[in-house]
């Protein structure tokens, strides 16, 4: 647009002389009320972009300039700045000459006249510089877009080294006066040199060759620099900063921050900028975890007093991260929920109650190069959760479906990976799958860790260091043995999540390997891989993926947050030992049965519980508040006194072994307890006041020492007010107190003069004023120095206190596990309670026999009104161990033989079923394959997901596992899918002997049973036909 010429500027061109003269006559009648244009201060309204005056006429500038100069004008509306020297310079001349030949013709006419002249001159120099971008006014507005003038730093992630910035702002700072002084040349030097200076004062890297302007050109404030230098430390981290009364994010963390809290965002110096109040920091922070961002929360080190004392008195207050958060290490003070909820009120985000906060660290070997192709992989895998201190393991061969691993995904929960930077394709589009499967705020975080720290060599060495210096305390070198000859993968996985574990101070959970558990020990749990959890709609159904219409949701009536997770590992484990089933079940049966009051007084105990598990674990990573500890401690003391007197009435009425040997050691596990108690005072813990918190100093000889220097600096301030009473002779005279201010002398205005030169006024009203002598104003500020070291020595008590307290972590951990399996005990009891339950047989043999069983979650949610149809199944390894289930469509095949997995399923948890009589012989693990449907993930059709599920579960059934097929075969051809569902279930008839349920709508199916009498049988979904419904809507059916 800056080559056309406006059609102003061509007919003033080629305009006759007398339209120019009648204009500019026009304009020399507008000279004389030039001041009304101006503001009420007199000064010269700016121009903005969108002034309508921004663009006059070329035809109203004055005759005296040549035809050129006024096409120049009207052609340069878009001129570049470095280019419009020659034209500011030629205008400047043409300006002179008709200045001096005004000067000459104004010779012979009147003083006024001449004053008249100049002072139109000076409205058309200021016109002309309105009018035209050549001589810019230091009040017009620079013509950017948004994004180029706002784009004022690049990112903190980008600046190389923060020792050159700081120089920057050293060399800016001491020619800060020059610049002010020649703000306005540079603001009007339009010279080549002059934007040469600007672009190098400029800290962009780019070479762009507009000149840049005010905010490009911008110093860094200290507090800014001590950003950049702590991003640059976490770059992949929001950082919420600490500035007095409230928190600020910077640059792209406040425009994250304003985003996701809905909260303002605006431009501050060089930074965009965002602030929330400090007391709600618990809030937002984790608002912003549950998002998937990682958080960090950087506080101030220094008070006033103990900077006042120190070496750089004028600089910046120092601040340091204290804390980071991610979705599995959300444990401290700033996000605490046990003291803190006042503040959560009607805030949805909160979630105080996650059943598990799992971080789950994977690692492959690679060096098996020909599994690797065809697909298999070996891998290792450890999995953390800080909340509880849980930590478990495992190593497995998985095939190129990646069964395997997806079956510990689902059955953790995992609330964030750790991954290397590479893994083969399969794993990867099973982490995709995992991750992208759910909604944003309940999605996997994944966080990448690059490859060299899952090398063996490197994890060996770095696994080897870290448990090498507790070595003493891991009872001998046999724990420490047993680490160390873990696979390879598994070691791998460890020394990435120690690294990781480290940047949030959370190692520690680690230190213990006897408390390792193995995710898949032999013959210890039922196998019930990832499929068969979504299928059977164990943890979540598969419509809106809730709990709620799952089987969990059936069983789950716990009081505590404790005792939800440990009936979740319940649910995905079952037992295979018949003594541990029998001795929950008889557990269960105790209290369904008895008419004792205890059990009902334990029951009223547990509801009112916290979520200790999480406390207790907060206090050992040294991360709790005083008011968490309290809160705590005391509720385990109450705990400890409450089971205490029931003791007597457990051992004469309670009669089932666990129940009886778990009530009983809870008191003296949590018997260390009193003792730390009895050390604190209740009134400070529960305000937060360290100062005050420990009730005996003779334990704490600092504290005690700081208490007493203070106490006498205070006792020398008041001594000294004897002196200020004699001075001033007035013997009534008291300190007083304003706003925080002490030790104040104050004397009435009309008697100040009676006061002493030396004393420094502090305050003053109408009536009075304040005062300091020189003496209460050296030992005040060695009173402040001294408190506030006594706040940090106070800290620094404060966690070696908890260090103590620590030692008594894991049997404390023990009584909270009894707690929880008791919660689990009742909650299975109040599930027996429901109608026509039963309690099932267990044995050893292969046998399931269910007398009108009912679908236990379908019973739930159909109530009372609509009553499931029972029906009874009867299967045994020695005799009919196959049953060919044939009906109409919705008639409800899939219901019955989901039915039969979860009453297994419920038997072996230790729980009474839905029926009137069971009998179920211990199962291995139970196989499922259901539905129709392709996997566009895997890049797998309907027939090709059918056909490796059932693959996996022929390689891994066995003669003791419960196989339950559905309609094999549907994803392809009739005559292909008769051929595979013939084969297959001949295959699981004459090889693999399991116990199988098989439905299908093919007829020549069903001839198997003819071949194999003894072990087959036929089974036909009955249904009712409503005659009158055919009768009114004949065109149905």
């Known amino acids: 647009m800056s080559g056309r010429k406006p059609a102003s500027s061509r007919a003033a061109a080629a305009g006759p002389a007398p339209a120019r003269q009648e204009v500019l006559s026009r304009f020399f009648q507008s000279t004389g009320n030039l001041k009304s244009t101006t503001s009420p201060t007199g000064a010269v309204p700016k121009a903005g972009p969108d002034s309508d005056s921004a663009a006059p006429l070329a035809s109203t500038l004055p005759p005296q300039l040549p035809p050129h100069v006024v096409v120049e004008i009207g052609r340069s509306k878009k001129r570049p700045l470095e280019n419009d020297g020659p034209v500011q310079k030629k205008a400047k001349k043409v300006q002179e000459k008709e200045g001096g030949s005004d000067s000459v013709m104004s ?36 013509t950017q877009p948004p994004q180029e ?108 921050a304003a985003r996701e809290l809905n909260i303002y965002c ?25 998002k998937g961002y990682k958080v960090g929360v950087v506080k101030q080190t220094e008070t006033a007093a103990l900077k006042a004392i120190g070496d750089n008195k004028s600089s910046l207050f120092s601040r340091k991260l204290t804390a980071l958060y991610t979705k599995s290490t959300l444990i401290g003070e700033d996000v605490n929920p046990l003291v803190k909820l006042d503040d959560a009120i009607n805030v949805d985000e909160i979630v105080t109650d996650n059943s598990t906060n799992f971080l789950l660290c994977i690692c492959e070997d690679q060096e098996n190069v020909k599994d690797k192709k065809k697909g298999n992989i070996f891998i290792g895998m450890v999995g953390v959760q800080p909340a509880t201190g849980e930590v478990v393991f495992d190593s497995f061969q998985d095939s190129a479906s990646r069964l395997e691993l997806e079956t510990r995904i689902l059955c953790l929960q995992p609330v964030e990976l750790l991954l290397p930077s590479h893994l083969s394709e399969q794993t990867e589009m099973l982490i995709h799958r995992a991750t992208a499967a759910r909604v944003r705020d309940d999605r996997i975080r994944v966080e990448r860790m690059d490859n060299v720290y899952f090398e063996y060599s490197h994890a060996f060495q770095a696994v080897t260091e870290f448990y090498a210096k507790d070595v003493v305390d891991i009872q001998g070198s046999q724990s420490f043995s047993g680490i160390i000859n873990l696979e390879k993968t598994v070691i791998c996985s460890l020394a990435a999540i120690i690294r990781y574990l480290k940047e949030f101070n959370l190692e520690k959970v680690l230190s213990k390997p006897k408390n390792f558990k193995q995710l898949s020990g032999e013959m210890e749990f039922m196998t019930i891989n990832g499929t068969t959890l979504r299928n059977l709609e164990i943890l979540q159904n598969q419509t809106d993926m809730k709990t709620k219409g799952s089987l969990l949701w059936v069983l789950d009536h716990t009081k505590t947050s404790f005792g939800k997770r440990k009936l979740k590992k319940w649910v995905t484990q079952p037992l295979l030992k018949l003594r541990e089933i029998n001795a929950r079940l008889d557990a269960v049966s105790e209290v369904l049965h ?19 598990e999480r406390g207790l674990c907060s206090i050992y990573h040294k991360k709790c508040s005083t008011q968490e500890f309290f809160l705590i401690v005391k509720t385990l003391y109450h705990l400890k006194s409450e089971f205490q007197a029931l003791i007597p009435a457990v051992n004469s009425h309670v009669r089932s072994d666990l129940l009886q040997t778990f009530i009983s050691e809870i008191p003296e596990l949590l018997s260390p307890v009193e003792r730390f108690l009895k050390l604190l005072n209740e009134q400070a813990a529960k305000s937060g006041d360290k100062t005050e918190l420990f009730k005996d100093l003779s334990d704490f000889p600092l504290i005690k020492k700081r208490k007493d220097e203070i106490q006498e600096v205070t006792h020398r301030i008041q001594i000294h007010l004897q002196d200020i009473r004699k001075i001033l002779k007035n013997p009534s005279a008291q300190y007083v107190t304003v706003s925080g201010q002490e030790f104040m002398i104050e004397i009435k205005n009309s008697a100040v003069s009676c006061i002493p030169t030396d004393w420094v006024k502090v305050g003053s009203t109408k009536a009075v004023s304040r005062f300091h002598s020189p003496f209460i104003v050296e030992n005040y500020r060695r009173l402040n120095q001294l408190r506030e070291q006594l706040v940090l020595d106070c800290s620094a008590e404060w966690l070696d206190f908890l260090e103590d307290f620590s030692e008594h972590y894991h ?12 919660d689990c005990i009742f909650s299975l009891a109040k599930v027996a309670k429901q109608g026509n339950y039963c309690r099932p047989t267990l044995q050893e043999e292969r046998k399931i026999m269910i007398k009108n069983g009912r679908h236990p979650v379908i019973d739930v949610l159909l109530g009372e009104q609509d ?8 299967l045994s390894g020695d005799s009919e161990r196959v049953m060919i289930i044939t009906g109409p469509n919705m008639g409800g095949k899939s219901s019955y033989i989901k039915q039969v997995a979860l009453i297994t399923i419920m038997a072996q ?31 797998q059709s309907t027939f090709m997901e059918e056909l490796t599920d059932t693959a996996e579960i022929i390689r891994q059934a066995t003669s003791q596992s419960l196989v339950i097929l559905d309609e094999l075969g549907r994803g392809t051809s009739t005559h292909d899918g008769i051929a595979i569902a013939y084969a297959t279930l001949e295959h699981f008839i004459k090889d693999v002997k399991s116990l199988t349920l098989f439905v299908t709508h093919y007829p020549p199916v069903c001839e198997l049973e003819k071949s194999y009498l003894q072990q087959v049988g036929n089974y036909h979904m009955g249904f009712l036909v409503n005659e009158d419904e055919s009768k009114e809507d004949p065109g149905k059916g």
């Open 149 to 256: 003038r706002y784009a004022v730093l690049p990112k903190c992630t980008d600046f190389d080294d923060i020792s050159r910035l700081r120089a920057k702002n050293a060399v800016s700072s001491e020619d800060s006066k020059s610049q002010v002084s020649q703000k306005d040349k540079t603001l009007f030097d339009l010279s080549p040199s002059g934007s040469s200076q600007k672009g190098n004062d400029s800290l962009q890297t780019t070479s762009d060759p507009k000149p840049s302007n005010k905010r490009t050109k911008s110093i860094y404030t200290p507090l800014e620099l001590q950003y950049i230098e702590l991003k640059q430390q976490q770059k992949d981290a929001i950082l919420c900063v600490e500035c007095g009364y409230k928190y600020r994010f910077f640059g792209e963390d406040a425009e994250v």
């Open 266 to 290: 605006h431009l501050d110096h060089n930074f965009m900028t965002a602030s929330i109040p400090t007391h709600r920091l618990f809030v937002h922070v984790r608002r912003l975890v549950a």
């Open 867 to 874: 009553q499931y149809v029972p029906n009874s199944t009867n």
């Open 594 to 612: 008895s008419e004792s009051s205890v059990f009902g007084q334990i029951e009223n105990h547990l509801r009112k519980l916290p979520d200790i």
């Open 909 to 939: 948890i230790g729980s009474y079923v839905p029926a009137e009589e069971a009998t179920i012989g211990i199962v291995d693990g139970i196989f499922t394959r259901m539905g129709a449907a392709d996997n566009i993930y895997k890049g």
């Open 107 to 142: 010779g012979n006419v009147e003083p006024k006249k001449c004053l008249r002249m100049k002072t139109v001159l000076k409205s058309l120099e200021k016109l002309k510089e309105f009018c035209c971008d050549s001589a810019l006014p230091q009040n017009r507005v620079q």
């Open 811 to 822: 049997s404390l951990c023990k009584a909270v596990h009894h707690l929880a399996t008791v």
